[in-house]
Nanobody
């Protein structure tokens, strides 16, 4: 059973960088054709796809967030990371990590990130 767990600060000040970690267990991030994503949900809004890192390390980002987003990974720790720069209160959301290793669609429980001074 693949499990994902988000971690990171719950409060970030405006203009600073948001950094989150997703730790994957029960599966490998390098499994062929697997994808590992970040998705968020702002208050009163639907789910918003932030970006993805594939099994081979290639990345893709939401066009609306691309200029501020970086997703990377540490395969030795089976972790992947989200960095979102120059945050504003509009980046306040519950951030989820998602994994699709070919055996299903797996989600972390989500972590609340609030952008506020």
């Amino acid at each position: 059973q693949v499990q994902l767990q988000e971690s990171g600060p719950g409060l970030v000040k405006p203009s600073q960088m948001l950094s989150l970690t997703c730790t994957v267990s029960g599966g490998s991030m390098t499994t062929s054709r697997s994808t590992w994503s970040w998705i968020r949900q702002s208050p009163g809004k639907g789910l918003e796809w932030v970006g993805v890192i594939d099994y081979d390390g290639s990345t893709d980002y939401s066009p609306s967030l691309k200029s501020r987003t970086s997703i990377s990974r540490d395969t030795s720790k089976n972790q992947f990371f989200l960095q979102l720069s120059s945050v504003t209160p509009e980046d306040t959301a519950v951030y989820y990590c998602n994994g699709r290793p070919g055996t299903g669609d797996y989600w972390g429980q989500g972590t609340q990130v609030t952008v506020s001074s």
